[in-house]
């Protein structure tokens, strides 16, 4: 870390930068070889900006002279304005509804001529500023569940929205701030339940709901059961049993068919079951979806997964090399420069490269975590933990579902998944933290 007094280096994180360059070098190679076409003459197709590579390349100078302007920036600008960018970001994703551009199955962008803006991906640094700005205030109790509820409508109002927009990866990924929420005091009560309601609507899609059914009941019966004979309150402890047995099977009878069959896209619905290995039961099926789904000509709903697979397994131990691909470079993976680029570098660099990549983001993850701890303004550490658990939330799902551990939701690959409202996001998220942690000795509110 260099720690110069004079200058734009003075107090700043070196090493962050670092990993934050070469990650975006991996992204623009990783565009070049699954775009660049034989015979272009390379440098002058890098300055065209009409290929892919060209047109991230550029994006990436944007994305870091706006990162350079950050670094000139007070810190205490970005605490004095962080309620209005969150207004700003909610008002962004209302203008949405009027002026979106239907792309790829999502109503969430906004197009200026050939440019186009995705308002759920920003918001995500609005919504980083604001909670950290909330949960940073002096008089702050957040043992309440007053303060709790605050904290987690700042977080899920611009989820509901995005949801809206037909955008349900994005939407998820606002959940990950309620990592932060757990580190500054949210009960692991909370955390326990979350997970909980996450396995019971596993388990909801992976059993039969008779057999479900049975199974809650059975467990209720013996957690009743034990407790009647060794609490002295048995009445209310019981009463709080049987509700909890209630709202679990109305969950698995009623409000996860509700949400497949009139929340979820069809597509969406088709991807989570095929990721489990299932059929899609008739209960969990919009009107009319069934003969949508299986109309002549339309390619297996996992067949993005399949050629993703096969590309990372033809990569072997040591990769085929650059430009030496064939699933990636012929086009056999869908979206292999956007959502799938994990497989092209599994493709061409086979085992070793891809634990390379892991092992940057893992050092990448680590020091922004050893950054967020040496803060002394609570409002650093939260932010800092903000970007830590959106950078991870996006590394996990991407990978997994390239790799098919998880549905594919269209979630980018951090820094490395071409889209130019995706770098601007993330180089935006890392150098804010940046800038506030070489002013870690000031206490910021």
């Known amino acids: 870390m260099n720690r110069n007094d004079t200058g734009i280096s003075k107090g700043i994180d070196v090493s962050l930068i670092w990993l934050y360059l070469l990650l975006v070098m991996v992204g623009i190679m990783a565009i070049f070889a699954v775009t660049y076409k034989e015979g272009d003459a390379v440098l002058a197709s890098f300055f065209s900006f009409k290929t892919d590579y060209s047109k991230q390349m550029y994006y990436?100078?944007?994305?870091?002279?706006?990162?350079?302007?950050?670094?000139?920036?007070?810190?205490?600008?970005?605490?004095?304005?962080?309620?209005?960018?969150?207004?700003?970001?909610?008002?962004m994703l209302l203008l949405v509804f009027p002026f979106h551009s239907r792309v790829k199955g999502t109503e969430s962008i906004i197009r200026f001529g050939g440019f186009q803006f995705q308002p759920a991906e920003f918001c995500k640094v609005c919504v980083c500023l604001a909670l950290a700005k909330y949960l940073s205030l002096p008089n702050?109790?957040?043992?309440?569940?007053?303060?709790?509820?605050?904290?987690?409508?700042?977080v899920l109002l611009p989820s509901m929205l995005t949801i809206l927009q037909s955008e349900t990866g994005l939407a998820l990924v606002y959940f990950s701030f309620f990592i932060v929420m757990y580190r500054e005091g949210l009960p692991a009560t909370v955390l326990v339940v979350g997970?909980?309601?996450?396995?019971?609507?596993?388990?909801?899609?992976?059993?039969?709901?008779?057999?479900?059914?049975?199974?809650?009941t059975v467990v209720a019966a013996l957690v009743g059961y034990i407790i009647y004979r060794q609490s002295r309150r048995k009445r209310g402890i019981l009463t709080k049993v049987v509700f909890i047995w209630?709202?679990?099977?109305?969950?698995?009878?009623?409000?996860?068919?509700?949400?497949?069959?009139?929340?979820?896209?069809?597509?969406?619905?088709?991807?989570?079951?095929?990721?489990?290995?299932?059929?899609?039961?008739?209960?969990?099926?919009?009107?009319?979806?069934?003969?949508?789904?299986?109309?002549?000509g339309k390619k297996d709903v996992d067949y993005n997964v399949k050629q993703s697979k096969i590309a990372i397994g033809s990569g072997g131990f040591t990769g085929k090399g650059l430009l030496k691909g064939t699933q990636t470079r012929y086009d056999f993976v869908p979206e292999?420069?956007?959502?799938?680029?994990?497989?092209?570098?599994?493709e061409g660099f086979g085992f070793i490269g891809t634990t390379v990549l892991l092992g940057i983001y893992m050092l990448l993850l680590f020091r922004i975590v050893a950054v967020a701890e040496r803060q002394r303004s609570v409002f650093s550490r939260c932010y800092a933990y903000g970007v830590a658990a959106v950078l991870f939330f996006h590394v996990t799902i991407n990978i997994c579902m390239t790799i098919g551990l998880a549905p594919v939701i269209g979630i980018p690959l951090p820094f490395i998944s071409y889209g130019g409202t995706a770098l601007l996001t993330f180089t935006i998220l890392l150098f804010i933290l940046i800038r506030l942690d070489a002013d870690r000795q000031m206490v910021l509110r």
């Not at 957040?142 to 904290?151: D, E, G, N, P, V």
């Not at 059993?207 to 049975?214: E, F, G, I, T």
């Open 140 to 154: 702050l109790d957040f043992s309440k569940t007053r303060s709790q509820l605050i904290a987690a409508g700042i």
């Open 195 to 216: 997970f909980s309601l996450a396995a019971l609507v596993v388990a909801t899609l992976l059993v039969d709901k008779n057999v479900l059914a049975v199974a809650l």
């Open 60 to 91: 990436f100078f944007i994305a870091f002279v706006l990162g350079i302007f950050i670094l000139l920036t007070d810190s205490k600008f970005f605490t004095a304005t962080a309620n209005i960018w969150y207004a700003l970001g909610i008002v």
């Open 246 to 296: 209630i709202i679990c099977v109305g969950i698995q009878r009623f409000g996860v068919p509700f949400v497949f069959k009139h929340v979820m896209q069809p597509y969406q619905v088709e991807r989570i079951f095929s990721t489990i290995g299932r059929d899609i039961p008739e209960e969990y099926q919009k009107t009319g979806s069934k003969q949508e789904l299986q109309k002549p």
């Open 336 to 346: 292999q420069r956007t959502d799938f680029i994990f497989c092209t570098i599994g």
